[in-house]
């Protein structure tokens, strides 16, 4: 067994011994737990998620083609009209100028007998019932973004409410905040219903999934020298709860692995956190953990965002809302 291999199981057991020391003496002694999860089988899905706000996907400013005098202003403020409707004719019975599209009259600027000038706005037209989402990509997230993809979008103003939409552009220039760059992704949302413009929203989308897939919260894989492994419950097993077995990793997302090789379906995993709360005579708080030895790249610990990684309990569908892609091993 390597080297690494001894010094994992030591620190283990140095760790017992240091709580068992700890809490001699106290009124109510407790024996040390492992946090535990059993190997899932099921649906696991990667996911990227962003934040954005509702847009329309037509508004716009009409303009004057030319310089001339109006005759007639055909519409007010607050119509609803339909593209290549008339909206403004002229004295000298040139075209008139028309709707470049489905919406409302949100202003109108000019009025009867007065003269415009080329390029002059004379009207801003929005359509309410056609939408759509600009949602902020993480720049390490955004080559897994492809059009036509499907999004799952929630708004903060219908949180038990579902949308869908389907990704329709992707910028070519991203922004830099504090060092991070972030891409703007536009979503065409398919039935926005009662979603107006300027309501936050968070979308999420699918990127890859596997179906019959083995795996694990993302926190039960810890890797050295190019090796992942984990500790599965081995009961009372030559002495010791823990066992550590080696695994080859698929896919993965925030919160769960995928395990392709080393584990086998309801296999119990230890978790790299043991946490016993116990307090001494002294009412001073007593308690014992051990840190992971090692996360799997883009998972486990914070990522740069500051995020804390690998949450997950590892049971039902894996889903998450940062990086998601293949681990080889």
Known sequence: M????????????????????????????AAPTFSTATVQKGRLEVKVSGSGSVQPVSSTDVQATSSKQVYEVLVKTGDEVKA???????????????????GIVTSLTVSPNERVNIGQVVAHITNYKDLQTVIQIDELDIPKIKLAQVVTIKASSFPDEIFTGKVSAISNEGTVSNGVSTFD??????????????????????????????FVPVEAVHSRNNQKFVLINAGQKNGRKAQLRFVKTGLYNEDNVEI?????????????????????????????????????????????????????????????????????S
């Not at 390597?2 to 002694?29: A, D, R």
């Not at 290549?84 to 040139?94: C, H, K, M, R, V």
């Not at 709360?277 to 610990?301: A, D, H, L, Y």
């Open 2 to 29: 390597k080297k690494w291999i001894l010094i994992v199981l030591c620190l283990m057991i140095v760790s017992y011994v240091g709580y068992q020391y700890t809490n001699k003496g106290s009124s109510q002694p």
């Open 84 to 102: 290549g409707q008339n909206l403004i004719t002229f004295t000298d019975g040139s075209t008139s100028i028309t709707a470049p599209h489905d």
């Open 185 to 214: 992704v536009t979503v065409h949302i398919d039935t926005p219903k009662a979603l107006k413009v300027g309501m936050t929203t968070e979308g999420s989308i699918l990127t890859d999934s596997k179906d019959q897939a083995l």
């Open 260 to 328: 392709t090789n080393g584990l086998s379906e309801g296999d119990i995993v230890l978790l790299p956190v043991i946490s016993v709360n116990n307090t001494n005579n002294n009412g001073n708080f007593r308690g014992m953990g051990m840190g992971g030895m090692g996360g799997m790249p883009g998972m486990g610990g914070s990522n740069r965002m500051g995020r804390s990684w690998g949450s997950g309990s590892g049971s039902g569908q894996g889903s998450g809302s940062r990086s998601g892609g293949r681990s080889g």
